[in-house]
């Protein structure tokens, strides 16, 4: 992926910001002063990545409507619900549709449309 050259400069003003705020790198516990900068960003790349998924999970658009996988009737909206997860990179907080079927009386959360894997 093109990382656009704006996102580049907000990355940097970022990481310049959270250097200043961090101050000097403690590496008396690290093989070197490489190693302990290299853990301390990854982390910190490790919570940026839990915080904009979580953030693009609550902004995705929902229809009003799901089948349900149970019967099939069309299935009305009923609101968000907070999942965790394992991500590629640790734990997640991901927000999703919940629908609730009147004839099965169960709420559920249907499989992501997007997902291709099935495809
Ligand atoms: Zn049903």
Redesign the pocket.
């Given at each position: 992926m093109a990382r656009s050259q704006e996102i580049q400069g907000r990355i940097t003003a970022f990481a310049r910001q959270l250097g200043e705020e961090l101050g000097e790198v403690d590496d008396s516990d690290a093989l070197s002063w490489l190693d302990a900068i290299e853990t301390q960003a990854v982390e910190i790349g490790d919570a940026v990545h839990a915080e904009l998924v979580k953030q693009q999970s609550i902004s995705r658009p929902v229809a009003d409507e799901s089948v349900?996988p149970?019967?099939?009737?069309l299935?009305r909206y009923r609101g968000q619900r907070s999942r965790e997860l394992i991500g590629r990179r640790g734990p997640l907080t991901i927000s999703e549709p919940e629908y609730y079927?009147p004839?099965?009386r169960?709420a559920f959360f249907p499989a992501d449309p997007l997902d291709r894997r099935g495809a």
């Open positions: 349900c149970e019967c099939g009737q299935s079927c004839a099965c169960r």
